[in-house]
């Protein structure tokens, strides 16, 4: 209703100033319709339906049928011939949302297959080719999005549609047969779309869907993860993932405990090798959401999603070692002490080769490890295991780390270790010492070996000449 009032004000609006408005209001199902002064409806094919507002009660469904299929017709927003046609559509859809807004039991069972029909041919589209490669990723020249031409009528039609999920007089037993299994495939290629706007509202009405139609939950997970195969052994690029890891992030919020073995399987088949692909900056905030969720759900998991994130690790990408980071700490404040103990060895050596990492983003951010007390308590209950794996990093950054920021964090670190239990940490200091000193023994002897060899090659050349 919130969206017919500001699109009726903005009419009257624009009909006294004799422009255009320059904004859009939002509405609480999704971004506003913006509208423009209507244009006369003469000689177009809409002007032979009367308003329904205008029509006796008993004779508007049967004009509300007829103006939806009038709204299968479809225009070409790449030209600019047509332009009083294209008004007079869109006021229809308007007019469409309106009647629904303001009308009891206006989706009759069978007046569905006209309402899906409708949907149907005005958003499901082939959508623009564009580069798929990864180094598109970086191109200064593709930051804006390509939005949608189409635009000014497909926006109604999603809001229209989402009314038509969320409204009451829709029976989910019912409507299934209509909004079946086909229809909401074609609905999750359309997360494919480049405007960020239609992928706002594809996200809400499939969420709204899987709420509702109990029947398509099951299908619905499976097809979300076949897309996110796709992302992770095809294409690796794909602009609906963030949308669709929110929608998931709710469910699995909402999943019963014990957790089912299919959810287990989703996490480790599909969300997990998520972490591999190259585009994983563009939705990484979900994706650690989502791992959150699991671990917050059966804390038994962190192990494997940890462990997995160890076997992924970007070697070479510092940006994506920052975000495993983040998220490996996150997953760590959820973490049990006992499955925190099975992993604790493989994790410090990684932690350990991240703190000598010469970029100073990594090191610091791995530093900042110890600021979360609960890893720290971790880390002190298991202190006669990991410290020694850690120590030599530290004493390795304090001495040869170029960063100011970072030896300052590396002190203070060393500095709780110390106060965390003093012998100890002499142990591991003298030890590393030790082996520092037989590094150094060992670096002499090679040189010389190699100084000898050197030598012997020189004798023979000179021999042979």
């Known amino acids: 209703m919130k969206l017919i009032q500001t699109v009726k004000r903005r009419m009257g609006n624009e009909a006294s100033s004799g422009g255009p408005a320059d904004s859009e209001a939002a509405s609480k199902t999704g971004p506003a319709i913006s509208s423009t002064k209507p244009a006369k409806l003469n000689d177009t094919a809409f002007a032979v339906l009367p308003k329904l507002r205008e029509e006796p009660a008993s004779e508007r469904p049967e004009l509300f049928r007829k103006k939806l299929q009038a709204c299968c017709k479809l225009y070409d927003f790449y030209s600019e011939s047509m332009q009083k046609d294209k008004e007079a559509k869109r006021q229809t859809l308007l007019e469409i949302v309106e009647y629904v807004n303001n009308t009891r039991n206006c989706f009759h069972e069978s007046l569905m297959q006209d309402v899906v029909n409708m949907v149907g041919s005005n958003i499901f589209r082939a959508l623009p080719a564009k580069d798929r490669s990864i180094m598109s990723l970086s191109d200064p020249e593709d930051e804006e999005p390509m939005l949608e031409r189409a635009w000014p009528h497909l926006q109604i039609v999603y809001e229209f549609f989402l009314r038509f999920v969320v409204s009451n007089d829709v029976d989910p037993k019912i409507a299934k047969r209509f909004l079946d299994q086909n229809f909401v495939l074609k609905l999750l290629e359309l997360f494919d779309s480049d405007d960020p706007r239609e992928r706002d509202y594809l996200k809400t009405i499939l969420h709204r869907i899987y709420g509702k139609f109990m029947a398509l939950r099951s ?80 804390p038994r998991l962190a192990y494997d999603i940890i462990t997995s994130m160890l076997r992924f690790w970007p070697m070479s990408i510092t940006s994506k070692q920052v975000l495993f980071l983040n998220e490996m700490e996150e997953a760590l404040e959820l973490t049990k002490p006992a499955e925190f103990l099975r992993m604790q060895e493989m994790l410090f050596q990684r932690i350990a080769f991240c703190i000598t990492c010469p970029h100073f983003q990594v090191a610091e951010r791995t530093l900042f490890l110890w600021n979360n007390d609960y890893i720290v308590r971790l880390i002190n209950a298991n202190r006669k295991v990991l410290f020694p794996i850690v120590i030599g990093a530290l004493y390795t950054n304090s001495k040869m780390h170029w960063n100011s920021a970072v030896h300052g964090l590396t002190f203070n670190v060393l500095k709780l270790l110390m106060e965390a239990d003093p012998q100890l940490f002499d142990e591991c200091s003298a030890k590393h010492k030790d082996q520092s000193e037989e590094e150094e023994r060992r670096d002499v002897l090679r040189k010389e070996r190699w100084a000898i060899l050197e030598e012997m090659h020189a004798k023979k050349q000179a021999a042979c000449k």
């Open 219 to 298: 299908f619905i997970r499976r097809a979300i993860q076949h897309t996110f195969f796709k992302v992770i052994y095809e294409c690796e690029i794909h602009n609906g993932v963030g949308e669709l890891l929110e929608i998931l992030g709710s469910i699995i919020n909402g999943f019963a405990l014990p957790l089912k073995e299919e959810h287990k399987d989703f996490l480790t088949r599909a969300l997990i090798p998520l972490h591999k692909v190259k585009s994983l900056a563009a939705f990484h905030q979900q994706l650690s959401y989502c791992m959150a969720q699991y671990v917050d759900k059966d």
